[in-house]
């Protein structure tokens, strides 16, 4: 339903307190998302803020927080989809911001902040001997897979079920739905064919998928499915560094969302497995547009006008025009010059503890067979659609599978969300969040009574 149909009237599927109360609060986002639903398709420009009936519209954000056009304060844990571990509008980074706007924000030539970028990259990540700047995270796993075909003369890509690598062709089938590889809509068939999806964690089944060898690549979330909502061990990251070197097949860790926050190296540092290409964003550009594929010389070195025909290979064609963009370039810098110099990841994984704890001690004191948990910055709920019998502190995710911890029960699950947000809480619409070094102690207080509240709300309305 669009926000057009749902923004101007009483909900016509329920009675529920929570929409009424949402209502009643955001006057303003209700008329924006009506005015954004004659625009848009579905009245949004991410499907990741879809909000039933409507989202909030943010008008400034500080640190841990953020207030909408009619004055409500969120503690932010959406964190502008994991890039902001530093918290909303960082002094330094907002400095950096402004003086590199002022000199012009789009030069069609080189400019110095994109060596110095590469730089910071290259002194966080080991493996980054070079690095080669996107626009985003799905064009940095493109890109990344591009050269694992050209370098291998392969064609097929090993994914892994529910990972998420961007929204391009290669990596539609699998995330969400398709699990069978079939192509979603739009996608050519013969692309979807080229995919092997992999149970995560499965190493017998990733050893009979490589073993004939015309595998190209294998791609992973380090931490799992969105950022650990389906963990993994690291010893299964170590598997696939052994076995791909074993099979000539690359290994490609996606580090869009783990780069520079579950350590100032990315996973791959934090648990010492050295991939041979890299994708980043987000955090890589201190929250501005801006990625980039780093890894091995000798494949990327396949972008290199000299250096490809000299090796005997056809040059991958890469253009661009916000590659290396000079404002996302200062905003990069400044960033990563922070996380490399302090306990920047350490300090955010502290904030994720202490939230983690908060929202689990409301859930036993509800009763409820909940549980919050993540690991690093992050958190997820489990709204435990297989109703096992369990408690947020029997509660362990290695022992589900994939699909009943990305199973969150509907209606329950939208429900849930609003009423976080009527109480002062922003997570996205998985009921995860990420948190920053401008979280406290405060914030995770709060965010425990908003928790309280909102099941009182889920009570009240009946859901629970």
């Known amino acids: 339903m669009s926000a057009t149909s749902t923004a101007a009237a009483p909900d016509a599927r329920t009675n529920s307190g929570i929409v009424a109360a949402w209502r009643q609060r955001t006057p303003g986002s209700a008329e924006l998302a009506q005015e954004a639903g004659a625009i848009f398709p579905s009245g949004i420009t991410h499907d990741g803020r879809l909000v039933d009936p409507y989202g909030p519209y943010i008008a400034r954000a500080l640190g841990a927080h953020k207030w909408d056009v009619d004055g409500n304060k969120y503690i932010d844990f959406y964190g502008g989809h994991g890039s902001l571990i530093l918290g909303q509008a960082h002094p330094v980074v907002t400095a950096r911001i402004a003086e590199a706007a002022a000199l012009g924000t789009q030069f069609a030539a080189g400019n110095l902040d994109e060596i110095r970028w590469a730089r910071a990259i290259q002194k966080l990540i080991p493996s980054a001997e070079r690095v080669r700047f996107t626009s985003s995270g799905t064009e940095a796993t493109l890109m990344a897979l591009r050269l694992a075909r050209a370098f291998t003369g392969r064609e097929k890509l090993l994914r892994f079920k529910g990972h998420f690598h961007g929204w391009h062709d290669h990596m539609t089938s699998g995330w969400a739905n398709h699990f069978d590889g079939s192509p979603t809509p739009g996608v050519l068939p013969g692309i979807a064919s080229s995919l092997v999806l992999a149970t995560p964690g499965d190493e017998a089944?990733?050893?009979?998928?490589?073993?004939?060898?015309?595998?190209?690549?294998?791609?992973?979330?380090?931490?799992?499915?969105?950022?650990?909502?389906?963990?993994?061990?690291?010893?299964?990251?170590?598997?696939?560094?052994?076995?791909?070197?074993?099979?000539?097949?690359?290994?490609?860790?996606?580090?869009?969302?783990?780069?520079?926050?579950?350590?100032?190296?990315?996973?791959?540092?934090?648990?010492?497995?050295?991939?041979?290409?890299?994708?980043?964003?987000?955090?890589?550009?201190?929250?501005?547009?801006?990625?980039?594929?780093?890894?091995?010389?000798d494949i990327l070195d396949l972008l290199d006008f000299a250096a490809a025909p000299k090796a005997g290979r056809e040059k991958v064609g890469h253009q661009g025009t916000h590659n290396a963009n000079p404002v996302s370039a200062a905003a990069g810098i400044a960033a990563l010059e922070i996380i490399g110099s302090s306990d920047v990841c350490e300090r955010a994984a502290a904030a994720a503890a202490l939230v983690r704890d908060a929202l689990n001690?409301?859930?036993?004191?509800?009763?409820?067979?909940?549980?919050?948990?993540?690991?690093?910055?992050?958190?997820?709920?489990?709204?435990?659609?297989?109703?096992r019998a369990i408690t947020p502190a029997t509660f362990d995710p290695f022992d589900c599978t994939l699909e009943e911890l990305k199973a969150q029960p509907q209606p329950l699950t939208s429900r849930l969300r609003l009423a976080l947000l009527v109480n002062g809480v922003d997570v996205n619409g998985r009921l995860s969040g990420f948190t920053s070094i401008a979280h406290t102690e405060a914030d995770a207080g709060d965010a425990a009574a908003a928790l309280a509240a909102s099941i009182a709300m889920l009570r009240a309305d009946g859901e629970l």
């Open 205 to 297: 089944e990733v050893e009979r998928l490589l073993a004939p060898g015309d595998v190209a690549a294998v791609i992973i979330e380090p931490t799992g499915a969105s950022f650990g909502q389906v963990p993994l061990r690291p010893e299964f990251l170590h598997f696939l560094r052994k076995v791909t070197e074993q099979t000539g097949t690359l290994f490609i860790m996606d580090e869009v969302i783990t780069g520079f926050r579950v350590s100032s190296g990315g996973a791959q540092v934090a648990f010492g497995v050295k991939p041979d290409l890299t994708s980043l964003a987000k955090i890589v550009a201190g929250g501005l547009p801006g990625a980039a594929v780093a890894g091995r010389r």
């Open 361 to 387: 001690a409301v859930i036993a004191r509800e009763g409820l067979p909940w549980a919050v948990y993540g690991t690093s910055s992050g958190f997820h709920f489990f709204l435990n659609a297989g109703k």
